[in-house]
């Protein structure tokens, strides 16, 4: 028996949809059938760009992190419904704890998390016959990494977020979880930071970095029929870095 994931029917809002992981997930959302609903805060060619290329997608904009914004609320006014949400929007500016400014902590929490939940409340509002919700975490949400203090506190938060929501509203038919990436290839990430690269890949049972394409697929799989069953689950998507004993 073939399997297939058809997403046909579906409304999916991606937010930060113009970086590279939110671009890899439009794609493949497209790929499988889904109206994408491409958001950008401030790049308005990118996101016309990506969405001449999905033919059927289209764009929403605004600050993840204004209330006033009512970026679920444009994804509504333009398709009727939304039935999926995928929380990609996240910033990772690098600060050791102990210089951490209370303006850096408030944006890192307001844009990774409090965003996450704004908008998971205003989606769920409108899924009145059941949906489903993704936050892309991270590794680093039970791993962290110097100077990334302040962004691993963020997507631990929203792993638990995920699970609270999946428990709150699960009754309602709306399953949440979350995508956990590892170290996901850009162009000129080797240039930029060759020693990092050749450590993961090193470290990788799977041998190879991420691609964005690797987390859009696990994003599709969580929003069809076939992980109907899975709600409040972290799945990690990292070539298997993740197995490595820390002692």
């Known amino acids: 028996m073939s399997i297939a994931i058809d997403l046909s029917g579906q409304v999916v809002l991606v937010t930060g949809a113009t970086g590279g992981i939110g671009r890899g997930i439009a794609r493949r959302f497209h790929a499988a059938g889904a109206t994408v609903a491409i958001h950008h805060r401030a790049r308005p060619d990118e996101a016309a760009s990506l969405a001449a290329e999905l033919p059927g997608s289209f764009v929403v904009s605004g600050d993840v992190t204004d209330p ?9 006014a333009e398709a009727g419904k939304i039935t999926g949400l995928v929380n990609n929007a996240a910033i990772q500016p ?11 902590w408030r944006a890192m929490i307001d844009t990774n998390l409090t965003a996450a939940h704004r908008l998971s409340q205003a989606a769920a509002a409108h899924m009145t016959e059941g949906g489903w919700i993704t936050h892309i975490a991270s590794i680093e949400g039970t791993k962290p990494a110097p100077a990334h203090g302040h962004y691993a506190v963020s997507k631990a938060a929203l792993i638990m977020h995920a699970r609270a929501a999946a428990l709150e509203w699960g009754r309602r038919g709306i399953r949440v979880n979350t995508v ?19 450590r993961w890949k090193a470290a990788a049972p799977l041998g190879r970095l991420g691609t964005p394409e690797d987390i859009g697929d696990a994003c ?6 076939l992980a109907r069953w ?18």
């Open 220 to 225: 599709v799989f969580l929003a069809s029929d």
């Open 230 to 247: 899975i709600t409040g689950i972290d799945l990690v998507v990292d070539g298997g870095v993740s197995t490595h004993p820390t002692w």
């Open 68 to 76: 006033d914004a009512r970026i679920v609320d444009q994804v509504v």
């Open 94 to 104: 690098l600060a050791e704890l102990a210089d951490l400014d209370e303006e850096s």
């Open 180 to 198: 956990s990436p590892g170290l996901i290839d850009r162009p000129g990430l080797d240039r930029d930071w060759p020693e990092g690269v050749a």
